[in-house]
């Protein structure tokens, strides 16, 4: 009996040891495949980082530079060197069959000389006064624009009146001193800067409003400016009166003298 017990306990740890054998290889061998997996998976997960990072730092600057790009060429596109009262239209009374006038108050906003030049879709019907010129840092001027108002088809009422005409306002930085011409703007295309293109709006002259108002006020302006400019500048010197007679201190003196030389030549005598 104690040799079949025996037996039975030996049996019985074989077979204990047949069942444990496996389960330490399966361990070993699962804990040395995932070691040797393991550097493989960190590995991958590592450059999948620096590469995400590097994604996203390029993606990042590239936002970054295309947003300084596009605020650089807001900056460029809405710097102006004119400023223009109204900014972006031409009042004309309507007056069918007749010559009416508008008038655009004109400004150099920038640090240097420019000149400027208006343009028009109807150079047949419309011109301006002046067409062009230079103006300084500060300095503003009044255009007056003329156009001819055609007579209405089918009885249209003014408000209903449409004009295709358009005019554009160009300027042009420029040296001091130098003398206006209009070739200047053919010679220098890549400098000349599109400052508003404006189309015409009609005012109705029975219908009192400010804009009407604004339109008669700007004209006279520009008329008394005008007047201005045609007057000769003040020349220091003898002043000239009635037919060129001359105002000059020093003949005064000398018709004083002879004068009295000659009452004394007959007190004499």
């Not at 993606?59 to 900014?87: F, M, Y």
Request: glycine share 4%.
């Amino acid at each position: 009996m104690a040799i079949e017990e025996e037996k039975s306990s030996s049996s019985d740890g074989k077979i204990w040891g047949l069942f444990k054998l496996p389960f330490r290889n399966s361990n070993s061998t699962t804990a040395s495949s995932s070691s040797s997996t393991f550097p493989h998976h960190q590995h991958q997960l590592s450059y999948y980082n620096n590469s995400h990072s590097q994604v996203e730092g390029s993606s990042a600057q590239g936002n970054a530079s295309s947003s300084v790009s596009s605020v650089a060429r807001s900056l460029l596109l809405t710097r102006r060197r004119l400023k223009l009262d109204p900014p972006n239209k031409l009042y004309f009374p309507y007056e069918p069959g007749k010559q009416v006038q508008s008038a655009i108050k004109i400004k150099n906003t920038s640090k240097s000389h420019v000149a400027f030049k208006f343009q028009t879709t109807a150079p047949k019907s419309c011109f301006m006064r002046p067409p062009g010129a230079i103006l300084a840092p500060g300095e503003s001027i009044i255009a007056t624009v003329f156009k001819f108002v055609e007579p209405p088809e089918n009885n249209e009422k003014p408000v209903d009146q449409k004009s295709k005409v358009k005019f554009k306002i160009m300027s042009l930085k420029v040296k001091e001193g130098t003398d206006y011409v209009s070739e200047l703007f053919d010679e220098q295309k890549d400098q000349v800067l599109v400052e508003q293109i404006l189309r015409v709006v009609f005012l109705d002259v029975e219908r009192p409003s400010p804009a009407l108002e604004k339109l008669n006020r700007q004209l006279a302006e520009a008329e008394a400016e005008l007047e201005a400019r045609k007057k000769p500048p003040e020349e220091a010197g003898p002043k000239l009166i009635g037919e060129g007679l001359v105002i000059d201190e020093w003949k005064e003196r000398r018709e004083r003298y002879l004068a009295r030389q000659q009452v004394d030549g007959v007190d004499s005598a």
